[in-house]
């Protein structure tokens, strides 16, 4: 079978996300980290998700990583792409979604595209224009204070529009609720405009169905995983893709040991961090004391020391006020770049030592965390939370082939309380 869909995801967590909801709906999908070398090691794919960790870069870099990505997509033949971004949307007036999507509406031909965030799933919809993270508006959620994304407006439409040359029009909640016909005319209009992107409302699941099957035509679709809900039935409907595949991986047999890395400062990653410090040993970093100290080893250190009697937890996340004092004597890019590289350095040493299941919170501290292993190619296990699989590596620089490393990477805002423990529960009910 030809390969379906090409996607490419602006973080590691995200990409992971969309794989997951991919296999769920019966598309076999690959996921590599990075940029791929692709006509040379084609795989037995619907599906293939590329990660890149753009989400905070300048929208210049951004631009080149997602055409160098959308080229190797192309090469390998897929008939539509998806531009999947943070379901908060996670992109300031200097983001660099809306160059991302321009860019890739060129480099295909194309002059249209929709954008949606929603992920129903995990409490994110979109009615008029505006994003909600449960009940708040995301301008009044926790996202205001995003130690590198501060989201201070909700209309995603003006967003949008302020990152773009092209005008955003909206499909409102109205038309959505009337079908998949309604909304393809809605689109029709909006294009004939002039607008180049549309911002669709979505509410629940069978909503991003619709606007799934609206998309049908479109060779490029932009949103949050949930976006892409829909679209495994398009192809299905075809003929394309068949319904009898079990496409999740099952997770292998290890006796490997188990660590929880944490540099996500976002409120439910700080829940399950105390959550686990309960009951677990738990080590903190202090990102004012990274520039001298050499923080990794004396983690890594007392890490081995505790290792044999079950999972550790190193984490560096921490309150608004304290990421506040963190950035005012740092600077908030450092800050957070700084704070990455240790545990980055970190989870190379665990792995050294012996861990090969391993969960990180955070996106970019996945990202970061992900390029250190070397991980190039993965598949997708079973579901811990709404979004977040397992992962089982393919390959990796750092981890020995024979004992693959299973890596859980989570999005800061994403899991209950007890996501940690619950994470490494899995194996023992795997039988
Ligand atoms: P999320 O998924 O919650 O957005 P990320 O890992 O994407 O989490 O972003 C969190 C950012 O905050 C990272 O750049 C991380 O290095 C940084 N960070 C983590 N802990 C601290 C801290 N104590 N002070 C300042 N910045 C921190």
Known sequence: MPLLLGCIADDFTGATDLANVLVRHGMRTVQYIGVPEMPTDLPEADAIVVALKSRTIPAEEAVLLAQAALNQLQAAGARQFFFKYGSTFDSTDEGNIGPVLEALLDALGSDFTVACPAAPENARTVYRGHLFVGRELLSDSGMRDHPLTPMRDANLVRVLARQMRGSVGLVAYDVVRRGAEAVRRRLDALRAEGHCCALLDALRDEHLMTLGAACSDLPLVTGGSGMALGLPENFRRRGLLSDSIDAVASLPHTDGQAAVLAGSCSKATRIQVASMRRTRPA???????????????????????????????????????????????????????????????????????????????????????????????????????????????????????SSPLCLALKSGNFGAEDFFTHAFDLFDERE
Do not use: K
Request: charged share 20%; net charge negative.
């Open 283 to 401: 080590y903190r970093v202090d990102p004012i004391r990274l520039g001298g100290d050499d923080v990794a080893s004396e983690a890594l250190s007392w890490a081995r020391e505790r290792l044999e009697e079950g999972p550790v937890l190193i984490y560096s996340s921490a309150s608004p006020e304290e990421v506040a004092a963190v950035q005012a004597r740092l600077g908030r890019e450092q800050a957070g770049a700084l704070t990455e590289q240790v545990l980055a350095r970190i989870a190379q040493g665990l792995v050294d030592a012996g861990v090969r299941r391993l969960v990180v919170a955070g996106g970019e501290t996945s990202g970061a965390v992900v390029s250190a292993l070397g991980v190039r190619t993965l598949r997708i296990g079973p579901e811990i939370a709404p979004g977040v699989p397992w992962i089982i590596t393919a390959s990796s620089s750092v981890a020995h082939a």
